[in-house]
Nanobody
Framework: QVQLVESGGGLVQAGGSLRLSCAASGRTFSSYAMGWFRQAPGKEREFVAVISWSGRTTSYADSVKGRFTISRDNAKDTVYLQMNRLKPEDTAVYYC??????????????????WGRGTQVTVSS
């Protein structure tokens, strides 16, 4: 059974930075792409970033491109999301997710079959 545990959320002023972490267990971490999604109050959950199983390929939502960086450490079974130049519109619960098929890079929310409980990120203006 896959377990994903996010950490690193909090309250930060606009322009600031946060680093989210997600520790995974239950499957061979290095075989699965990992993603970050977020959900703001009253909105649907949306894609933020994805990283391939090897870490060589990444992709970002247009709204975070150039400000956020996804990375992974396969030796530690952990994926990260470095968030810089945060904006109030980045306020949301951020979820870590694992792709459901090994060695496949998914971008759609339905491609991910395991989810963490989320960590709150609040950006004040």
């Amino acid at each position: 059974q896959v377990q994903l545990v996010e950490s690193g959320g909090g309250l930060v002023q606009a322009g600031g930075s946060l680093r989210l972490s997600c520790a995974a267990s239950g499957r061979t971490f290095s075989s699965y792409a990992m993603g970050w999604f977020r959900q703001a109050p009253g909105k649907e959950r949306e894609f933020v970033a994805v990283i391939s199983w090897s870490g060589r390929t990444t992709s970002y939502a247009d709204s975070v491109k150039g400000r956020f960086t996804i990375s992974r450490d396969n030796a530690k079974d952990t994926v990260y999301l470095q968030m810089n130049r945060l904006k109030p519109e980045d306020t949301a619960v951020y979820y870590c997710a694992q792709e459901g098929t090994p060695n496949k890079l998914g971008y759609n929310i339905n491609d991910f079959d395991s989810w963490g409980r989320g960590t709150q990120v609040t950006v004040s203006s």
